[in-house]
């Protein structure tokens, strides 16, 4: 496995490949689910290459960028054990020298959900996932259903730039429990780690209504309000039920299938998770 630091090393080492090139972007930090991701490349390209950035663009001023979690040393080793090739580890100034000033915005799909939380985060998704595409250069790149909006964008981005990528997207690798692995989960102390998977409950009310033929979206996100309301340490900011490609707002019923998603504070610690009702009835 070569770890390289500069853009420069990166495509001198990644031109030696032949044959097709899978990539996983990553912030770190790496849990089952990055792994995951890791797995499907390995399993459908001849070669994987990782990427571990944390993207100060797509942080909020008053976000945790600074305590965002960090430990190059075991991703390395939970890599090289998936046998992944090549891992591309810049600094900051190798992705942003000081006159950096190009920047990709995504509209419409940009715009609800996390997008209207979170100004300018997805212009620093947009951007960094846009420039690693240019270096790394694979066929395909892995993306994790747990960041549902990430993946409408990022798929988005690469129609309307036609970038030569095919964009995989993985289901959402969970906890025992049904908590959704984050990096971030280990800012819950052990009584907020325990409220945790009411999140996931909440969704599995809306897909258990909408399996039993529930179609209405005011009821479904009722319905998941209703358990979060139960968990007193468990903060909602928003729930949604929205069309899954465009992410526009369900109002009355679902025709076409619909994403329901959801994020939350614990403390200060904030969480998404969310799940697809399919347009044939499952979930
Ligand atoms: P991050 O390091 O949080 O930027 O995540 C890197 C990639 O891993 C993104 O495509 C995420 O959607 C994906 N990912 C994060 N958590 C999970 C999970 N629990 N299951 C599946 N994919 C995930």
Known sequence: ???????????????????????????????????????????????????????????????????????????????????????????????????????????????????????GHFQGVATIVCKLFNIVAAQRAYFGQKDAQQTVVIRQMTRDLNMPVEIVIVPTVREPDGLAKSSRNVYLDPAQRAAAPVLYRGLQQAATLYQQGERDAGMLRAAVLRTLEQEPLVALDYVSVAEPSTLTETEGPIRQGALVSLAARIGATRLIDNILLEPDGRA
């Open 1 to 119: 496995m070569q770890v390289l630091e500069t853009i420069g090393a990166f495509r001198a080492a990644r031109a030696e490949l032949t044959g097709s090139l899978g990539f996983v972007p990553t912030m770190g930090y790496l849990h089952e689910g990055h792994l995951e991701l890791v797995r499907r490349a390995r399993a459908e390209c001849d070669h994987v290459a990782v990427s571990i950035f944390v993207n100060p663009t797509q942080f909020g001023p008053n976000e945790d960028l600074a305590r965002y979690p960090r430990d190059l040393p075991r991703d390395l080793d939970l890599l090289r054990a998936e046998g992944v090739e090549l891992v591309f580890v810049p600094g900051p100034p190798e992705m942003y020298p000081p006159d950096h000033s190009t920047f990709v915005v995504v509209e419409r799909a940009t715009a609800p959900l996390e997008g209207a939380r979170r100004p």
